[in-house]
């Protein structure tokens, strides 16, 4: 499912007023979140995509600062930074299901930036020799941690009850 929203300059595309506010609203969440932001050359017969997009000498993590955008163009603060930076896009490219904007700058056309906020990291819950429940069907579990005060509760569909028990098995 392409979760993809593009907006150009110039572009009689009807959605492209439509795209650059979701993509304006994107931009203006950002406010305090950590990205990594990353600069590539983009030869002329390239997807940004197929890009390498491993850290690189020059790629930078930060916690944006005031993002918003005015007109086309977008402005942002690096922490601890006085100066307001900006740049104006030809293109932009937001992959909502990674958590991407791709920027291709008006004044360098050969450059692709890539804006990121790096990958969900999932919480582990360590809770040793819990009191367990169990629902009448099975497909209710609960595991309490009095200790913590810490509660999981999780609901199984039939099939992932299924897995489980092959798993314990």
Do not use: C
Request: charged share 25%.
């Amino acid at each position: 499912m392409d979760q993809t929203t593009v907006w150009q300059y110039g572009s009689n595309n009807p959605d492209n007023a439509d795209n650059l506010e979701a993509i304006r609203e994107w931009w203006g969440n950002l406010k305090g979140i950590k990205v990594d932001w990353q600069q590539r050359l983009l030869p002329q017969d390239a997807n940004p995509h197929q890009l390498n997009w491993e850290p690189q000498k020059f790629d930078e993590t930060f916690a944006i600062v005031n993002p918003e955008m005015r007109g086309i163009t977008l402005y942002w603060y690096k922490p601890d930074s006085t100066d307001e930076r900006n740049m104006t896009p030809a293109k932009l490219e937001l992959d909502t299901r990674h958590q991407q904007l791709y920027i291709y700058p008006q004044s360098q056309q050969q450059v692709v930036v890539r804006v990121t906020i790096p990958e969900v990291r999932y919480e582990t819950v360590e809770i040793h020799d819990p009191h367990m429940a169990v629902g009448k069907n099975g497909l209710l579990l609960l595991f309490r941690d009095k200790e913590q005060l810490v509660d999981i509760k999780i609901t199984l569909s039939p099939e992932k009850l299924q897995q489980l028990k092959e798993k314990l098995l």
